[in-house]
């Protein structure tokens, strides 16, 4: 499982800014939702649907004090960095101004794409969750042999790496630390080196704080601390464009 290091832009933080912009113009008439939604869509512009939600007790009447109270958000089919995830976000305190007391987000990494990012070591393998580690089942090129590769994941604020632990081949699990010694398995070892994808690039200063599996990928999740952030974006009432700085 060599892998280089490869970096990785996600769009968590890029909705504090952008839930702020929303409200800051509601004037131009619509819901403040609509108006997110639209805003949130015409940055990140996913291929799959989007929502925003004001979850706050009478969320509207605080709408006209310029604060927005918390707002949710998902934005699927988002595409970053050469990777498509599902993008979910929950800001506190969202005022017109463009300030947020903070809040977190998840990106999920659907398997298909996590296996693509990997390259070829990867290759004719499938994956999927195994309790909080992920298992490579299939035959490794080079190889020949069906096995299951078992995996550890670990974070940093800016990277996650995923290391191979043990081997199961026809049924009897190996630790990688083993396999060295076993001749008929020197081409499996060359490929089960720990990987790192690094996140050099996470808008608002959002960490990650843990990565996990479940059912539809891997799920990143992140914080998104107090920020004042103001953004440019418009949108015109169709959505169609964007005149935003970089945030």
Known sequence: MRIRRTPLILAFGLCTVIVATAAADLTAGGTAQQRVARAVACRLMPTGPVTAQLTDTLAGLRVLTGNLGTVRITADGVHRGGTDMNVKAVLRDVTAHGATDGGSAT????????????????????????????????????????????????????????????????????????????????????????????????????????????????????SIPHTASLSKTSATPTGTRCSHSKA
């Open 107 to 222: 990106a999920t990494i659907t398997y298909r794409t996590l296996r693509t990012r990997m390259g070829g070591a990867t290759a004719g393998m499938t994956v999927g969750a195994e309790g909080t580690g992920l298992a490579f089942s299939g035959t490794p090129a080079g190889t020949g042999l069906p096995v299951t590769v078992h995996t550890t994941i670990a974070t940093t604020s800016d990277s996650l790496t995923i290391t191979p632990t043990s081997v199961s081949v026809f049924g009897r699990a190996v630790p990688v630390s083993t396999l060295s010694s076993i001749p008929s398995a020197s081409g499996l070892t060359q490929s089960l080196e720990p990987r790192t994808i690094t996140l050099p690039d996470l808008p608002a200063r959002a960490r990650l704080n843990a990565a996990r599996p479940d059912n539809t990928g891997l799920v990143l999740k992140l």
